[in-house]
């Protein structure tokens, strides 16, 4: 019954000039997107190769999971356990969630609704309303039952456009999801390598203070003997307290490393102390990267999905606001029973029903319709733009961290020979100034030339481990 109504009213609207209707929309749209992708795409303009390929590259996609190449259980376990206590990671599930049910609640427009309703009423009237001269009231009663049906035939493609609109809202969500999970990782793996240098630097100067105090007292020792004056112990102290008061800040950082770990894993700080608290080796910073070509950026950059999902879905509202010029029709029902008596409610005279199918078409609206449309499509081509930009920004990203990360890797190899000069040095100025052969000052300058080129080497070997964390997440790595 429902299909032959459909087929009446269609066949009351020239069915011929809604399939033209429907066909100029539709090449209308994919004219407007073809335009705009012609002319703003990136595509084309995406290089082919990265600016800088050196021997720590090779042409490989990135590993899915790039922290593991750091061979560090500890850092293994706390990414693992982020994906399933971070915070930020669970609100975008539940963005994905509520994005799923959106979906289902615009494929829920092709069902009809379908409601029921139940009722009895007694009423009592006036007898003064039937005849001059009263004589009582009137009392009546009945019982009443009704199916009630209503159902918006997808006649243009209304519903499924904005069932289009919401299923590539929901694969933005995802997109944004699995951004986020990039994002956790890297800032985990950042803080987790800068908390290993800041202890690298604690172990360091303690190492330095021990060398130092024995410096102090060769120092005494020669000022008692009459060999030397007060001043080379005066130098000596102020080297020896000047490294001791580094210690304080450098135990603050590595607890502000931690804390800030324990927020991004989801747990609090006293969880995680004492595993993190004892120094650990820093992981090696020369490894060979994948970087692959800038071409795979665009599948692999959750933000970059997240931006072409996005764009889909703007597309798809101008479709939408374009349909809202055509008719809509809508198949309305109800079938009930209704009688004095409860007894009769299931006779054949006591039935009712009712059908409706209605054609409505909005012919003017004081160009709001058309005033949406432009606002679709304005929207449109700023995604289109929020695209381009997300390719060109991680292009940019890459290709900056593989030059950053090469040329800290050749500030490494030259900082290892000072630090190797710088040694030799303090060790030849303090046997000359044992033999009274030279002054303290050369080594209380080899002390302190000593200790901040091997802070500058650790500092190095640091930032290295920092900019690989930046190139992997720049090439989007770290999410299943």
Not at 11 to 33: E, P, R
Not at 52 to 73: H, V
């Amino acid at each position: 019954m429902t299909g032959m109504l459909k087929y009446k009213s269609v066949s009351k609207i020239d069915k011929k000039m809604h399939k033209t209707i429907q066909l100029l929309l539709l090449f209308i749209t994919v004219a407007t997107l073809s335009s705009s992708a012609e002319n703003k795409s990136q595509g084309d303009s995406i290089p082919g190769r990265w600016l800088y390929t050196g021997e720590n590259f090779q042409p490989d996609p990135a590993e899915d999971k790039w922290w593991t190449l750091f061979g560090d259980s500890i850092l293994n376990n706390l990414i693992a356990e982020s994906e399933a206590n971070n915070s930020n990671i669970i609100v975008a599930m539940h963005n994905i969630e509520i994005a799923r049910q959106n979906l289902n609640i615009a494929r829920s427009q092709y069902f009809p609704q379908i409601g029921v309703s139940a009722a009895w009423n007694k009423t009592r009237s006036t007898g003064y309303a039937a005849s001059r001269t009263s004589t009582g009231p009137v009392y009546d009663s009945q019982f009443s039952g009704t199916v009630d049906m209503s159902w918006q035939i997808d006649l243009f493609g209304r519903i499924s456009a904005k069932a289009k609109q919401q299923k590539e809202l929901l694969n933005a969500s995802r997109a944004e999801r699995d951004g986020m999970m990039v994002t956790v990782a890297a800032e985990i793996a950042s803080n987790y390598l800068q908390l290993r240098a800041t202890q690298a630097k604690l172990t360091l100067a303690q190492e330095h203070i021990q060398s130092q105090e024995h410096v102090l007292n060769i120092a005494k020792a020669r000022h008692e003997a009459g060999l030397a004056s007060k001043l080379d112990v005066a130098q000596a102290q102020t080297i020896y307290n000047s490294t001791m008061a580094t210690i304080p800040m450098l135990e603050a950082d590595s607890r502000a490393y931690i804390d800030a770990i324990a927020l991004l894993t989801g747990v609090f700080p006293d969880q995680l102390f004492e595993r993190l608290a004892k120094p650990r080796l820093m992981p090696s910073y020369n490894h060979i990267i994948s970087t692959g070509i800038p071409m795979e950026l665009v599948r692999r950059r959750p933000d970059i999905l997240q931006a072409e999902y996005q764009l889909a879905a703007s597309a798809a509202a101008v479709g939408i606001a374009k349909k809202d010029f055509l008719p809509t029709l809508t198949l309305e029902g109800s079938i009930g029973t209704a009688a004095h008596n409860a007894g009769d409610l299931f006779k054949n005279d006591s039935f009712t029903y009712s059908i409706a199918p209605t054609l409505s078409w909005t012919i003017f609206s004081g160009m709001s319709r058309s005033y949406s449309v432009r606002s679709a499509k304005a929207q449109m081509e700023a995604d289109i733009e929020n695209y381009n930009y997300a390719v060109q920004s991680a292009i940019n990203e890459v290709d900056n961290a593989m030059s950053r990360y090469q040329g800290e890797l050749r500030q490494i190899e030259r900082l290892t020979l000072v630090v190797g000069s710088s040694r030799e040095t303090f060790d030849l100025s303090l046997d000359l100034y044992k033999q009274g052969l030279s002054g303290f000052l050369n080594v209380a300058n080899a002390q302190i030339d000593y200790l901040n080129y091997s802070t500058s080497l650790i500092s190095a070997r640091e930032e290295a481990l920092l900019t690989m964390v930046s190139l992997y997440k720049a090439l989007g790595g770290g999410w299943e």
